[in-house]
Structure formats: C-alpha cells, structure tokens
C-alpha cells in the first residue's frame, strides 16, 4: 500500500513539474518575443491600460455601484413579532398572537431613489472614460519621449563618428603640412563635446524608458524595447477648430459626468420633497387567547401606522439639495469654459507644430545636408578653413535636432488635443 501512495505521488510530483516548466517555458518566449520585435505604441497603450491599478479600482466601484442600484429599487422586508401578553402561570392563560408589518412607501421614492443610483453608477462609467484619456496620454508622452531620445542617440553617435572622422582628416593634414595645430586642437573640442552629447542623450533615452517601465507597472530598470520612430506620422486633413470644439462640448467624459450629476442631484431634490411625504406601515395580527384549558379564542387585528409631518417637513434638506443643484449648474459652465480652453491651446500647439514640421520636410533638411557636404568637400581640397566645416556640422546637427524636437512636439499636441477633445481625431 505504501508502495502504491509513493507512485502516485511521484506521479504528481512529475505531472507539477511539467506544468510549471511548460508555462515557464510560455512565458520566457513571450517575454523574448517582446523583446526581439519591441513594443509598438499600440502595445504600449494595451498593456498601460491593464496594467494601471486606478483603472482596475475604478472597475470594482463600478461594479459596486450598479449593486447600489439593484438595492436602491429593493421593497422594504417585512417585520415579524410574536407577542405573548397576559400570561398566568397559575390558569395557563395568555394571548399568543404574530404580527406582521409591511411599509409601504409614498409613491416614487423607490423609482426616484433607484434613479440617483443609477446617475452615480452612469458618474462612475465616465470617471472611468476621462481617467482612461489621462492615462493613454501619459503612456503616449512615455513612448515619444523614448522615440525623441532614440533618434537624438542615433543623431549623436553620428556626430561623433563625424567628430572623428574630422579629427583623423586634420591630424592626416597636418602631417602633410597642410594645417596647424589649432585645427588639432578645434578637432579635439569637438570631438569631446560630441561625446558629452552622446552620454547626455544616453542617460536620457535611459530615464524615458524607466518612466515607461513605472506606467507599465513594471521595475524601472527593466529590459524594455520600442518599435518605431519619431519621424513616422501619418497624414491628416486639416482639422476644424469649431467641429473640435463641438465635439468636445457634446462628448467630453468632464462635461458629461457634470451633466450626470446635475441629473442626480434634480432626481435628489425630488427624493429630499417625498422624503416629507409619510410612509404607510400595514400591519396583520393574528392568534389566539387562551382562557383556559379547553377555551381558546381567536384574535385578529388589522393596523395602519401613518407619522404625521408636523414639525419635520425636511424644510432645511429641501433647501440643502436645491442649492447644491444650483451650485453643479453652475460648475458645468466653469467645466465647459475649461475643456474649451484646454482644446484651443492644444489645437494652437498643434498647428504650429504642424506647420514647423512642414517647414523642415520641404526643403530645410536636405539643403542643410547638401550644404554640409559640400563645404566638407571644399575643406577637403584646401578652397576653405575648418571653422567652416565645423560651423557646417553644428547647423545640421541643431537643424536635425529641431526637426525630431519638432515631430516631437507634433505627436504630444495631437495627444493633448485628443485628451482635450476626449477621443481620438479622425
């Protein structure tokens, strides 16, 4: 018999293990699948989205509230009582009854309480939606933040190849007797900041990538890599500034959840006026009187329990909830003066950024590299000075630097005015 145990149990022993290495297995290839092809900015937005634990809270409450409102449309339960009155030990006698009490509510306040619940629970669904806007916002800034240092990197590894190749060229001229050692000298400087370029731009590539790894919910110096660049954006028609507007007005989670709690708290001002308005207690007894040994008598009774609103007619509370209806009425115009505001200063940024890119993409770029180019070339048969050629290199290296911050700025304006908007342009 302990023979038998001891196999089975080896069995299972042997069954966990290829279970857990399978999904080890599963989950290393996964995790090297990411790795290898990187994150693209759709992954990023999946994965910030589950990961985020206001989102997840925001859920549960959500769920809370629509059990809030199921209890809020629930009829009172009954009360049960059994009474025994009159008793004598000596003759046994005594009157043994049930009593039940239903309350039966004024007219409207079950459906009226019910509707508050339901615009708390409809307030929480678009706490959820405006929540989720600031969170792909901030995964979005993570990401080009990430993209703008990786084309700043790729920028400056190739200003320092460049820095190189220039103080190789000088010091091969000079033992040509072709220059002097200020040239040497110039090369190095350049040389130098180049790689002080380099390091800043590593270390910051490093801090956006650990700030993406925190949104994600994961540790800061995790193994994180990106898919795309700075320089691919898709091509939009001109956006209409007052269709925005409208669109924001009409569909922004702020303004609704506003609009909401107004609603709620009209449904509240009711609720406060029938909360004045006396319930009804219904009331069946039924038993027996017992006389004796032998005589007993039945006992019925039917009651009806009204409180009258003499001194209390909820006066004060009336008041209360009008005034903070007033006062939400009041906060939707501020709301909705704000989230406008809030998408005319993201469409400016946005335009202007558009219009810098544009700026850059038609002809900036590649006269700026034919330029450099060229007086390089010059330099090279001794027709000008090596100041021209390092003036040359810094031109199109802050040109460069300029057209990437500037694509920069254009992704963050379409993501403030998509946040601004509450939803993505079309």
């Known amino acids: 018999m302990k023979t038998v145990q001891k196999s089975i149990f080896q069995w ?43 989102i997840s809270s925001l859920e549960e409450r959500i769920e809370g509230a629509r059990g809030a409102v199921i209890q809020a449309g629930t009829v009172p339960n009954p009360d049960a009582k059994i009474r025994v009155e009159d008793y004598s030990p000596d003759t046994g006698a005594a009157k043994k009854a049930l009593e039940l009490v239903q309350r039966l509510e004024y007219a409207g306040k079950r459906s009226t309480r019910k509707s508050v619940a339901s615009e708390n629970a409809e307030i929480l669904k678009l706490t959820l939606e405006s929540t989720k806007l600031d969170i792909i916002y901030k995964l979005k800034k993570a990401f080009y933040d990430i993209l703008l240092a990786s084309e700043k990197l790729s920028l400056y590894r190739e200003n320092q190849a460049v820095a190189r190749g220039l103080l190789e060229l000088v010091n091969h001229r000079l033992k040509q007797g072709l220059g002097g050692e200020f040239e040497v000298a110039k090369a190095n400087v350049e040389l130098f900041k180049s790689e002080k370029l380099l390091k800043e731009s590593e270390a910051q590539l490093t801090l956006a990538k650990s700030q993406l790894n925190v949104l994600l919910n994961n540790p800061p110096d995790n193994r994180i890599d990106i898919e795309g660049r700075i320089t691919t954006y898709p091509p939009r028609k001109n956006l209409s500034r007052e269709e925005l507007i409208r669109k924001a007005i009409n569909s922004h989670p702020a303004i609704l959840i506003q609009t909401h709690r107004i609603k709620g708290l009209d449904q509240s001002v009711l609720l406060t006026r029938l909360s004045a308005k006396p319930d009804v207690d219904v009331g069946l007894t039924g038993g027996v009187e017992e006389i004796g040994n032998s005589r007993n008598s039945p006992i019925a009774e039917f009651s009806i329990s009204v409180p009258l609103p003499i001194w209390d007619r909820k006066r004060g509370a009336i008041a209360q909830a009008e005034g903070e209806k007033r006062g939400a009425e009041e906060a939707l115009k501020q709301v909705q003066r704000n989230i406008t505001q809030e998408m005319l200063d993201a469409f400016n940024k946005y335009i202007i950024a558009q ?12 006269k700026t590299a034919k330029t450099r180019d060229i007086i390089r070339q010059s330099f090279e048969k001794g027709l000008l000075g090596f100041l021209d050629v390092v003036d040359a290199q810094r031109t199109y290296l802050d040109v460069l630097q300029n057209y990437y911050q500037s694509l920069y700025d254009l992704h963050i304006a379409e993501a403030q005015l998509e946040k601004a908007v509450g939803g993505i342009l079309q």
């Open 12 to 54: 299972y022993c042997k069954l966990f293990f290829f279970w857990f290495g399978t999904h080890l297995f599963l989950v290393l290839l996964t995790i090297n699948t990411l790795c290898a092809n990187g994150l693209t900015l759709d992954g990023v937005l999946k994965i910030g989205m589950q990961a985020d634990p206001e």
């Open 355 to 366: 219009q810098a890119v544009r700026l850059f993409q038609e002809g900036i770029l590649t």
